[in-house]
Structure formats: structure tokens, C-alpha cells
T-cell receptor, first 110, second 110 residues
């Protein structure tokens, strides 16, 4: 399984942008880059995913490097509700058999 | 659209007992996956069912089993419970690669 590496933790101030990096140097051509987040006492929640092009949705943006060996999840204005563990995951087209790493614990300071 | 429903939310069992957990997926989703989450090991994949057939299986002992019914609802069973089985058990249903997780069942084995 292709692996990802993320920083263990990051801090941000409220209402400032947050850039969460993920390295996936062994990504294959058919792997999609998915981001999920897990708020305290809840199951993981889908954030965004992409293959090659940058992606935007109402929650976040995903910037994918041209060589696809890294990506960055961008939260444009962090709120206290964005404090969570963020997971970067590589999945094939069928999207099964998630391999979760330890993720990045994001703290948002008021 | 109703989300993924897991029952019960909390459960306490004693060593040696068996337990059955239930998961109702989002209507129309045919794939259901199960995960175990512990502080030490993080999120680990148990198995995945699609159209009543187990399609993928993680690296867990045979005491962990599951099944899926014709209405896509799924159950997982753990027999001969051990203290180390205490964990949050998460179910996810998926469509087009996007997983939606339930809130989980927190199992405590005493």
C-alpha cells in the first residue's frame, strides 16, 4: 500500500488560513488523494479528494503537486470547529481498504 | 438523507463473551466497511462487504467476523472477547470512492 507522511501536529489562529501538508512519494498513477478529518468523539468525515488537478469545495481546497508526490489541504479561514485530526489517504479507484496513518492534529487558537 | 447509523453507541462486555455490532448504511450504498480505532494503533481496517460478499479483509484474527444482508445493513461479530478488543468500532458506507462514517460503537471489555 502506498504510504503518506504528515506532521504530527499543527497550530493555527482562528480566521487565518491553514496549509496541511502530506507527502506521498510512492503514489501510483491510479491513486486518488483523499482527505478526511476526525473531530473529537466522532467518526472520520470526508473533506475532499483529487487525482491530478487542484480541487475546491465548500470545506477546503486541495493543491496537488505536479509530480503528485505531495499535496496540501488548505482551510481558507480556520474556525474553532476545524480543530480535528486530519488524515491524508491514498486510494485506488474503488476507494476501499483505507490505510490510515496517524494524521495531523490541528489545534485552532482563538 | 440519513447518515450511517451504528448501534449500540456504547457497550460493556466481559472477557470471553461475544458481541454483535450493527451498521445501517446510507440508502443506496452497497459497500460497507468496518474499522477498529484504538489510541495505540489508530484506525485499522477490519473488512469490507459489497452486495453481501466480503470483498476485502484486514489483518485481524478469525474471532472478528462480519456479514451483510440483502438490504446492505451489516453486522460484525467478535467472539471470545479479550481486554485488547476495547476500542471504537467504526462503520462506513461508500459510493464512488467517498466514505461516510458512522459515529461508532465504543466497546469496553472488562
Amino acid at each position: 500500500d502506498a504510504k503518506t507522511t504528515q506532521p504530527n501536529s499543527m497550530e493555527s489562529n482562528e480566521e487565518e488560513p491553514v496549509h496541511l501538508p502530506c507527502n506521498h512519494s510512492t503514489i501510483s498513477g491510479t491513486d486518488y488523494i483523499h482527505w478526511y478529518r476526525q473531530l473529537p468523539s466522532q467518526g472520520p468525515e470526508y473533506v475532499i479528494h483529487g487525482l491530478t488537478s487542484n480541487v475546491n469545495n465548500r470545506m477546503a481546497s486541495l493543491a496537488i503537486a505536479e509530480d503528485r508526490k505531495s499535496s496540501t489541504l488548505i482551510l481558507h479561514r480556520a474556525t474553532l470547529r476545524d480543530a480535528a485530526v486530519y488524515y491524508c489517504i491514498l486510494l485506488d479507484n474503488y476507494g476501499q481498504n483505507f490505510v490510515f496513518g496517524p494524521g495531523t492534529r490541528l489545534s485552532v487558537l482563538p | 438523507k440519513a447518515g450511517v447509523t451504528q448501534t449500540p453507541r456504547y457497550l460493556i462486555k466481559t472477557r470471553g463473551q461475544q458481541v454483535t455490532l450493527s451498521c445501517s448504511p446510507i440508502s443506496g450504498h452497497r459497500s460497507v466497511s468496518w474499522y477498529q480505532q484504538t489510541p495505540g494503533q489508530g484506525l485499522q481496517f477490519l473488512f469490507e462487504y459489497f452486495s453481501e460478499t466480503q470483498r476485502n479483509k484486514g489483518n485481524f484474527p478469525g474471532r472478528f467476523s462480519g456479514r451483510q444482508f440483502s438490504n446492505s445493513r451489516s453486522e460484525m461479530n467478535v467472539s471470545t472477547l479479550e481486554l485488547g478488543d476495547s476500542a471504537l468500532y467504526l462503520c462506513a458506507s461508500s459510493s464512488q470512492g467517498k466514505h461516510t462514517f458512522g459515529s461508532g460503537t465504543r466497546l469496553t471489555v472488562v
